[in-house]
């Protein structure tokens, strides 16, 4: 059973192998074993992200274990796949439904680093566990943008510059955005660096019980929900930064992805459209 649908899959497959390097297929003195087909590696990096298993227990039926971590990861590190590939769904979605950049919200999340590593720290809500903050903008229809991973004992505040810079790519709207945040960003260091970028600031109040649905932030806790279901970011065994941040826009790829199947199965209609909708 295939961990994504193919109205989502497919997609994605098509821009990830317009970018793949070129690469032989076959050994100059022709022996060794086949090539693993980029194929196979791309549905087990797939199945890495939502299952969150290890790397040998995915191997089973694909191959080695070290194959996959070095083709998946290291190759596609080095030729920078991820970060185009979000951009060219990023780009999508703005021509298809529209970023709502008008209209933002920040928020950090924790989760679990069990094995320690760069960019962790002593949790602060976990019995001093070991974890990860992951800082997130989200635009007014909910599609995460600029994804930022530090310790898990870093405050939010510190993490809005970082977060606001994954926006520098998109075109500047004409009016400043409005940013929503939580009561934990209701300080004079937070407005402070909110007039810096020209952004205009919607702060919970700090001692006032408000529901969610009264303020913008109800869209980024949707965000953690889908984010949540890829269970490689919630309980990640990586140790090294760079691989770590290599799964934030995988993810980013899947839930916009999954935004525009879903928009356009009510709007258009293609030959593989799905029965349901997702």
């Known amino acids: 059973m295939p961990a994504l649908p193919s109205s989502i899959i497919e997609p994605v497959w098509d821009q990830f192998s317009a970018r793949l390097p070129p ?3 076959a050994h100059p003195l022709g022996c060794h074993r086949p090539r693993l087909p980029d194929r196979v590696v791309v549905d087990t990096l797939v199945q890495g992200l939502v299952v969150g298993g290890a790397s040998w227990r995915i191997a089973a039926a694909a191959g080695s274990a070290t194959t996959l971590r070095r083709r998946r990861r290291d190759e596609g590190l080095a030729a920078g796949i991820m970060d185009q590939l979000a951009s060219v ?3 999508a979605c703005d021509q298809m439904l529209g970023l709502a950049l008008e209209d933002l919200a920040v928020d950090g999340g924790l989760t679990e680093a069990p094995c320690g590593g760069e960019l962790a720290g002593r949790s602060p809500v976990d019995r001093g566990t070991s974890g990860r903050k992951r800082a997130t903008i989200v ?3 909910g599609l995460p943008l600029g994804p930022v991973v530090a310790p898990a004992a870093r405050h939010d505040s510190p993490l809005l510059d970082p977060t606001r810079d994954g926006l520098e790519r998109f075109t500047p709207v004409a009016e400043p955005p409005t940013v929503h945040l939580d009561r934990g ?3 004079a260091l937070t407005r402070e660096r909110l007039a810096q970028r ?3 600031g919607e702060i919970s109040p700090t001692g006032k019980p408000a529901p969610l649905a009264a303020t913008g932030r109800w869209v980024i806790e949707r965000t953690h929900a889908w984010t949540t279901a890829h269970k490689t970011l919630v309980w990640c ?3 090294r930064d760079r691989v770590i ?3 934030l826009p995988c993810s980013a790829v ?3 992805v999954g935004r525009l199947v879903r928009a356009g199965w009510t709007r258009s209609r293609w030959d593989d459209r799905p029965r349901r909708k997702p």
Do not use: F, K, M, Q
Request: hydrophobic share 40%.
């Open 89 to 91: 769904v990023d780009a």
């Open 237 to 239: 065994t990586e140790r």
């Open 198 to 200: 020209e952004l205009v």
């Open 23 to 25: 690469h032989p297929d």
């Open 245 to 247: 941040v290599c799964w």
């Open 139 to 141: 635009a007014g229809n």
């Open 185 to 187: 960003d209701d300080a």
């Open 254 to 256: 899947r839930i916009t």
